[in-house]
């Protein structure tokens, strides 16, 4: 029996937002509306947890009000006929929702919360975080999501997936956000790379492929046109 094709599919918020969540970045962007230091480093929640709460905590209800699209479906299909493994800069839940099996989640899970003490110690985040709701250690609960200045745990887990790729899939990510744009270097010089983005900030290289449509559209392209 031949070896399935390993599609590693890399996802960024461009994916989410056809589902109706609202992007960090870009016009309207959250954080056009919010200093990044005030809701999403350690810094900020130690100076005022509550406005980070109800920060999270939004999202969170935001999140469970959409459904997954065309774009998540289409990729949790192709495990029919391929391995797959997706590896997510969202902290959204849509890829599981939609049944992809294999998810990588690179800035955390807003379906997780977690104890300030310890970053393994995480629950489900299936209602608002108050001040006061503390985990088994004593601690405060925050979001389970890697904010700026922490480091991104799963990194070497990713590094690892995309140096086994033999199609590498970019699906809504501006790619300028480090060190999780880095991962388009791990990818091996024989296989390909396709870049779905109606803005893609990369739009030529080797072996690499540009489809300038959003993601729903993008990848009804990639799968009818160029996969097997």
């Not at 310890?118 to 001040?131: C, R, S, V, W």
Request: net charge negative; proline share 5%; aromatic share 8%.
């Amino acid at each position: 029996m031949s070896k399935k094709k390993h599609i590693v599919f890399f996802t960024g918020a461009g994916i989410s937002q056809e589902s109706g969540l609202s992007t960090f970045r870009g016009q309207s962007g959250l954080w056009d509306n919010h200093k990044i230091e005030e809701i999403a480093s350690p810094e900020g929640f130690a100076k005022n947890p509550q406005l980070v709460l109800d920060f999270y905590n939004s999202r969170n209800a935001e999140l469970q009000k959409v459904m997954p699209n065309e774009a998540h479906l289409l990729i949790a299909k192709l495990e029919e006929k391929y391995d797959v493994t997706v590896i997510t800069q969202n902290i959204d839940d849509l890829h599981e929702r939609a049944g992809s099996t294999k998810v990588v989640h690179l800035h955390g899970e807003l379906m997780k919360c977690r104890s300030c003490k310890d970053e393994n110690k995480f629950y489900p985040y299936d209602k608002a975080i108050k001040i006061g709701d503390l985990a088994e250690d004593g601690s405060q609960i925050r979001p389970f999501v890697v904010w700026f200045g922490e480091q991104v745990p799963k990194m070497d887990e990713a590094f690892a997936i995309t140096e086994s790729a033999d199609l590498f899939v970019i699906v809504g990510s501006s790619m300028v956000v480090y060190p999780a744009a880095s991962l388009l270097l791990s990818v091996p010089f024989e296989s390909e790379t396709v870049y779905i983005d109606p803005n893609p900030s990369v739009d030529h290289g080797i072996n690499l492929l540009v489809i300038k449509e959003k993601a729903s559209v993008g990848m009804q392209i990639l799968i009818e046109e160029y996969l097997p």
